[in-house]
């Protein structure tokens, strides 16, 4: 059995925007989409609450998503 390798920050594109699946993964989609950072739905969106998390970009008045640059810099930072 192998195991996958998470994408690695530095193969996302500078100007792109994330959502929460691209973020946290999703095993269900088809294809699956694996996780950049490995916690549940609730821990992020409580880390983002807390500071913990950067805070997203409001696309709409139900979509929001985060800076890939964000993104990248959290990873980073807790040593991914």
Do not use: C
């Amino acid at each position: 059995m192998t195991k996958q390798s998470n994408p690695q920050p530095r193969h996302l594109s500078e100007l792109a925007l994330l959502r929460l699946a691209q973020i946290i993964g999703n095993p269900k989609a088809n294809p699956p989409i694996p996780a950049l950072i490995p916690v549940g739905r609730t821990t992020f969106l409580n880390g983002v609450k807390s500071g913990k998390y950067p805070k997203p970009l409001k696309l709409g008045p139900r979509s929001v998503a985060w800076k890939t640059e964000d993104i990248r810099a959290l990873i980073e930072s807790i040593g991914g």
